[in-house]
């Protein structure tokens, strides 16, 4: 059925003063045919908004091409219902507070991209949303510690019914083993009872969560809303339809046996602050030399922490764990003397409160340094210590050593997901979840699945709860748009999924492969078997796609090369270049929006397309802009790497893998390798944009015409 479509122009904001919005509109008129095309002095107004919408009623108009302001500006206010598609041609931002008003080439810009619009909508639908009736809205948790019990309870508070599974034959994890705990409540400077016993009764209390103990995971397949969970519990096996999952499997100590220079293992009275922990359970703590009540004990701080050879991080709880423990020795013993050997003491927030407390007591000694020697002398352990802030070596003898160690996530595999990607959660390189670690860190690259606590990254007590509530309303809002069918973050809400014309499948396992999140499995041929429930709509398995069978309702290879098809060429004797550029949405539009708002200039040769992901660029796009004529292609993504990341995880990096397939394809084309280049840029980049694009412009100029310019 055709559409019928409505382009309205304001001419508000600059607009007006800078482009012919009658030449504009006979675009739309001569060469689209729209029936009606209106401008307004203010176009976001009560006033315009009511005339679009009497024309929606009276002209039955379906379809909206509003030129004005950026996309990422007055959403609600261009928004015009369900049944209503809207395309937004961004003539503020990217047009006339970038360019100079008035001229031939800023007019030009402008008509290019209302043709690019118009070329879009006519290519692209409304989304239907994948929707199942029967999805299930319960929550598993895994892992029984602090953290699990936590999501549970809050989980449970929410309306949702539970069902916790942890391996060990009780509940509690590391914090059940806890003499004290550092204090949660005010004034900040006491010990406290570990809070994990209030936090089981709690949990027993509460009917919709179902506890098992001495449990497995088996296995876990399936998508939100229907996860199918296998486990085996006190030696049975249950199956369960899950709607999310929280993992909370929590962590180990560091392996305190690789710490040979600091004399674990060869010494019997070096111990670790785990160690440590469960002889003051019993009240008083003895040395496992000989039983004897210590009357001096030294704390190593980041032991195997902070190195490049162990772990190269801070695992965050250490400093307090020690203070923690030096206060409590010292209450168990009032003619103890505690000495603490730091590098750097961490202690944020309210916890300075209790910092300062330990620091009152005239027999607990705290010095940075650096251990340069552990051995036993004269019945005691002798610990030499340099770069102190007394300026001096110092010797310590002392009747027990304590090493501070740091945590290491429990195993992800726990999972034993059925996950064509492997059975655990994707890991960074110190085998934590891997997520979006800026803006997303409950995130984790399985949907549905979230990470929380000390497996997600290093944590307290405090910390944990905080993250187990967090990960809870995660995996409440990942259900809740499972059953509207739309996407978690970052296109929260998107109601688009992939759809596949296998029919053409050549089983090349692209898509499979380079999905960030799994939400592809296969067949034992390779065809790939879609979850549409674990997609981000990050577009990136149809960039992947070289038989270009993977489209989305609102963005598809056909959407795409109308609008790079829909832009006017000019000759080479005009001397006026084409550019194309392809930017993400996440970061390098944004950037340009910003660029925009400064009045940032830059060369009005450049036709920009917005894509999901820069990873979502397939080479199709690419083969076409050339054969049309264009001189260049910028892909301006967003920045990957250990200090900022891709939005989609690996989308930036795998355009870059991608490059060689490019390369190909321009030498068949006989054409130069830097007709196509790969930017990488921040959000607040917005500065070098415009000169990433006038250096592109101008190397392109030394370059030459594209040949196919003129065929």
């Given at each position: 059925?055709?559409?019928q479509?409505g382009?309205?122009?304001?001419?508000?904001c600059?607009?007006?003063?800078?482009?012919?919005?009658?030449?504009?509109?006979s675009?739309?008129?001569?060469?689209?045919?729209?029936?009606?095309?209106?401008?307004?002095?203010?176009?976001?107004g009560?006033?315009a908004?009511?005339?679009?919408?009497?024309?929606?009623l009276?002209k039955?108009?379906?379809?909206?091409?509003?030129?004005?302001c950026?996309?990422?500006?007055k959403s609600d206010?261009?928004?015009f219902?369900?049944?209503?598609?809207?395309?937004?041609?961004?003539?503020?931002?990217?047009?006339?507070?970038?360019?100079?008003p008035?001229?031939?080439?800023?007019?030009?810009?402008?008509?290019?991209?209302?043709?690019?619009?118009?070329?879009?909508t006519?290519?692209?639908?409304i989304?239907?949303?994948?929707?199942?009736?029967?999805?299930?809205?319960?929550?598993l948790?895994?892992?029984g510690?602090?953290?699990?019990?936590?999501?549970?309870?809050?989980s449970?508070?929410?309306?949702?019914k539970?069902?916790?599974?942890?391996?060990e034959?009780?509940?509690?994890?590391?914090?059940?083993?806890?003499?004290?705990?550092v204090?949660?409540s005010?004034?900040?400077?006491?010990?406290e009872?570990?809070i994990?016993?209030?936090?089981?009764k709690?949990?027993?209390?509460?009917?919709?969560?179902?506890?098992?103990?001495?449990?497995?995971?088996?296995?876990i397949?399936g998508?939100?809303?229907?996860?199918?969970?296998?486990?085996?519990?006190n030696?049975?096996?249950?199956?369960?339809t899950?709607?999310?999952?929280?993992s909370?499997?929590?962590?180990?100590?560091?392996?305190?046996t690789?710490?040979?220079?600091?004399?674990?293992n060869?010494?019997?009275?070096?111990?670790?602050?785990?160690?440590?922990e469960?002889?003051?359970?019993?009240?008083?703590?003895?040395?496992?030399?000989?039983?004897?009540?210590?009357k001096?004990?030294l704390?190593?701080?980041c032991?195997?922490?902070?190195?490049?050879?162990?772990?190269?991080?801070?695992?965050?709880?250490?400093?307090?764990?020690?203070?923690?423990?030096?206060?409590?020795?010292?209450?168990?013993?009032e003619?103890?003397?505690?000495?603490?050997?730091?590098?750097?003491i961490?202690t944020?927030g309210q916890?300075?409160?209790?910092?300062?407390?330990?620091?009152?007591?005239?027999?607990?000694?705290?010095?940075?340094?650096?251990?340069?020697?552990?051995?036993?002398?004269?019945?005691?352990?002798l610990?030499?210590?340099?770069?102190?802030?007394?300026g001096?070596?110092?010797?310590?003898?002392?009747?027990?050593?304590?090493?501070?160690?740091?945590m290491?996530?429990?195993?992800s595999e726990?999972?034993?997901?059925s996950y064509r990607?492997?059975?655990?959660?994707?890991?960074?390189k110190?085998?934590?979840?891997?997520?979006h670690?800026?803006?997303?860190?409950?995130?984790?690259?399985?949907?549905?699945?979230?990470?929380a606590?000390?497996?997600?990254?290093p944590?307290?007590?405090a910390?944990?709860?905080?993250?187990?509530t967090?990960?809870?309303?995660?995996?409440i809002?990942?259900?809740?748009?499972a059953?509207?069918?739309?996407?978690v973050?970052?296109?929260?809400?998107?109601?688009?999924?992939?759809h596949?014309?296998?029919d053409?499948?050549?089983?090349?396992?692209?898509?499979?492969e380079?999905?960030?999140?799994?939400?592809?499995?296969?067949?034992?041929?390779?065809?790939?078997l879609?979850?549409?429930n674990?997609?981000?709509?990050?577009?990136?398995?149809?960039?992947?796609?070289?038989?270009r069978?993977?489209?989305?309702?609102?963005?598809?290879i056909d959407s795409i090369?109308s609008?790079?098809?829909?832009?006017?060429?000019?000759?080479?004797?005009?001397e006026?270049?084409?550019?194309l550029?392809?930017?993400?949405?996440?970061d390098?539009?944004?950037a340009?929006?910003?660029a925009?708002?400064?009045?940032?200039?830059?060369?009005?040769?450049?036709?920009?397309?917005?894509?999901?992901c820069?990873?979502?660029?397939?080479?199709?796009?690419?083969?076409?802009?050339?054969?049309?004529?264009?001189?260049?292609?910028?892909?301006?993504?967003?920045?990957p790497?250990?200090?900022?990341?891709?939005?989609?995880?690996?989308?930036?990096?795998?355009?870059?893998?991608?490059?060689?397939?490019?390369?190909?394809?321009?030498?068949?084309?006989?054409l130069?390798?830097?007709?196509?280049?790969?930017?990488?840029?921040?959000?607040?980049?917005?500065d070098?944009?415009?000169?990433?694009?006038?250096?592109?412009v101008?190397?392109?100029?030394e370059?030459?015409?594209?040949?196919?310019?003129?065929?």
């Amino acid at each position: 059925m055709s559409k019928q479509t409505g382009l309205y122009i304001c001419s508000g904001c600059d607009i007006g003063e800078s482009l012919d919005l009658k030449a504009l509109a006979s675009i739309a008129i001569k060469e689209y045919n729209i029936p009606v095309c209106k401008d307004h002095h203010f176009l976001c107004g009560d006033e315009a908004v009511k005339i679009i919408k009497e024309d929606i009623l009276k002209k039955s108009i379906d379809t909206l091409v509003i030129c004005a302001c950026s996309p990422r500006a007055k959403s609600d206010t261009f928004s015009f219902g369900k049944n209503i598609q809207i395309e937004r041609v961004n003539l503020r931002e990217q047009v006339v507070w970038s360019h100079q008003p008035g001229t031939k080439d800023t007019q030009m810009l402008a008509e290019d991209y209302v043709r690019m619009g118009i070329a879009k909508t006519e290519k692209t639908s409304i989304p239907k949303p994948y929707i199942n009736d029967n999805l299930n809205a319960d929550i598993l948790v895994v892992g029984g510690g602090i953290t699990g019990i936590t999501a549970a309870i809050e989980s449970a508070k929410a309306g949702y019914k539970v069902i916790l599974v942890e391996k060990e034959k009780k509940l509690g994890g590391w914090a059940g083993k806890l003499f004290m705990q550092v204090p949660l409540s005010i004034p900040y400077d006491q010990l406290e009872d570990p809070i994990i016993y209030q936090k089981m009764k709690e949990l027993e209390e509460i009917d919709s969560i179902t506890v098992f103990t001495s449990s497995a995971i088996n296995s876990i397949s399936g998508e939100p809303g229907l996860f199918k969970v296998n486990f085996s519990a006190n030696g049975n096996s249950q199956a369960l339809t899950i709607g999310a999952i929280i993992s909370a499997t929590g962590w180990n100590p560091y392996d305190a046996t690789k710490l040979t220079e600091l004399g674990y293992n060869s010494l019997e009275d070096v111990i670790t602050g785990v160690d440590l922990e469960v002889l003051a359970k019993t009240g008083k703590i003895t040395r496992p030399s000989d039983n004897k009540e210590v009357k001096s004990v030294l704390f190593v701080q980041c032991a195997g922490s902070r190195d490049e050879k162990h772990l190269p991080y801070c695992s965050n709880f250490c400093c307090m764990t020690s203070l923690k423990q030096a206060r409590y020795i010292r209450s168990l013993n009032e003619e103890a003397n505690v000495y603490i050997i730091y590098q750097d003491i961490r202690t944020p927030g309210q916890y300075e409160q209790f910092y300062q407390q330990v620091q009152r007591d005239e027999r607990i000694f705290l010095t940075k340094g650096t251990i340069n020697g552990i051995h036993q002398h004269n019945g005691q352990i002798l610990v030499n210590v340099q770069d102190t802030l007394l300026g001096e070596k110092i010797s310590i003898g002392t009747d027990m050593v304590v090493l501070a160690t740091g945590m290491t996530p429990n195993n992800s595999e726990e999972l034993n997901l059925s996950y064509r990607q492997g059975k655990g959660l994707p890991v960074l390189k110190y085998d934590f979840p891997d997520s979006h670690f800026i803006c997303f860190p409950y995130e984790t690259r399985r949907t549905g699945i979230y990470a929380a606590g000390a497996l997600r990254a290093p944590m307290d007590i405090a910390a944990s709860m905080e993250d187990a509530t967090g990960a809870a309303l995660k995996a409440i809002q990942c259900i809740e748009s499972a059953k509207k069918g739309e996407s978690v973050h970052p296109r929260s809400g998107d109601q688009s999924y992939p759809h596949l014309y296998l029919d053409r499948c050549t089983d090349c396992k692209r898509c499979t492969e380079e999905c960030p999140f799994g939400a592809y499995d296969e067949t034992e041929k390779g065809t790939p078997l879609s979850n549409p429930n674990r997609c981000r709509r990050c577009g990136i398995c149809l960039g992947a796609c070289p038989e270009r069978i993977i489209n989305f309702d609102d963005f598809s290879i056909d959407s795409i090369s109308s609008m790079i098809k829909a832009v006017y060429i000019p000759d080479e004797f005009e001397e006026k270049p084409r550019i194309l550029i392809f930017v993400c949405e996440n970061d390098a539009y944004p950037a340009l929006d910003i660029a925009g708002q400064k009045r940032l200039e830059y060369s009005p040769f450049v036709r920009i397309i917005p894509v999901r992901c820069i990873g979502s660029i397939n080479k199709a796009w690419i083969t076409d802009a050339l054969s049309r004529g264009f001189d260049g292609i910028l892909q301006i993504g967003c920045k990957p790497g250990d200090d900022y990341q891709c939005h989609f995880i690996q989308g930036s990096e795998l355009t870059k893998t991608r490059a060689e397939n490019y390369q190909e394809a321009l030498e068949t084309m006989m054409l130069e390798p830097e007709r196509v280049q790969t930017e990488f840029v921040e959000i607040d980049d917005y500065d070098k944009i415009p000169e990433i694009i006038n250096n592109y412009v101008e190397l392109i100029d030394e370059i030459g015409p594209n040949p196919f310019k003129d065929l």
